[in-house]
């Protein structure tokens, strides 16, 4: 569902926010390209100024909500591991081998710092997309 007043892709009518179809012609307000293609090639209507293949891809509204819950299992991890000192078993195995080279490296568990410190610059990050992907969709 918009949070803003938004322009319908098939028939360039005016909706409120709020509105999840088109009063006009009852298309859904987020239209995937196969149904705003479909209705265009019927010759309802053009889009607004920009053609279909030029329109920016839409994130499935869950998939922010899950950058921003993995950043933060990620952030978690990172706090457990310095806060206990101890190896945080359901990291993925990429973030693992940081704590296998660190620690066989230099030892004195080094495994574990660096492995944290790796896990919370990915989770920090990882958090930050979610959570833009958020913000965006009730941007104007």
């Known amino acids: 569902m918009p ?35 479909i209705s265009v090639e019927a ?17 499935e509204p869950i998939t922010p909500v899950l950058f921003v819950l993995f ?23 990429q973030i693992d081998a940081f704590f296998a080279v660190f620690d066989w490296s230099f030892g004195l568990n080094a495994g574990i710092y660096a492995s944290s410190l790796v896990a919370a610059a990915l989770g920090s990050f990882i958090s930050w997309l979610g959570i833009a992907g958020l913000a965006k969709g009730c941007r104007k």
Not at 79 to 92: E, R, S, T
């Open 71 to 93: 950043g933060l299992f990620l952030l978690g991890g990172a706090i457990y591991q310095v806060a206990n000192g101890k190896w945080f078993p359901l990291f993925p195995v």
């Open 3 to 37: 949070c803003s007043d938004w322009t319908c892709h098939a028939c360039q009518a005016q909706n409120g926010a709020g509105s999840k179809r088109c009063v006009k012609c009852g298309r859904p307000a987020e239209a995937a390209g196969k149904e705003t293609r």
């Open 43 to 59: 010759g309802q209507a053009g889009t607004s100024g920009q053609s279909i293949a030029q329109q920016e891809p839409k994130l």
